[in-house]
């Protein structure tokens, strides 16, 4: 299962090495029927391209409220990608593969 993780560089040896990763949030409420498939459909996407490539937070809108209007949420399930609201309702897998495998290529 994708894990949530921190910090984005690391050095070692004298020579810095930076390790790449998205920033994907997911915002969920309680008593949304469909936040649990996006969750498990996002979670899958992560994992099928690598889950060392992103941090991804899964937060409950109602405890995020000012984050969540501060980056545009207005339903839920809403997913963010480096601060972008990139799908403000609940996609498929392969849609998730698309637009993760899009903001990949924007850090590497």
């Given amino acids: 299962m994708a894990r949530e993780t921190e910090g984005l560089c690391s050095v070692s040896g004298g020579t810095s090495e930076i390790r790449m990763t998205v920033k994907v949030e997911l915002f969920t409420a309680d008593f949304c029927s469909r936040c649990r498939s996006a969750r498990t459909a996002l979670v899958r996407a992560i994992e099928d ?16 409220i000012d984050h969540a209007v501060e980056v545009g949420v207005r339903a839920t399930p809403a997913i963010t990608v480096d601060g972008e609201l990139v799908h403000p309702a609940r996609p498929t897998v392969d849609k998730f593969r698309v637009i993760l495998r899009d903001h990949l290529a924007r850090v590497q």
Avoid: Y
């Avoid at 391209?49 to 995020?64: A, K, N, P, S, W």
């Fill in 49 to 64: 391209l690598g889950q060392e490539r992103f941090e991804l937070r899964l937060l409950d809108v109602v405890e995020e």
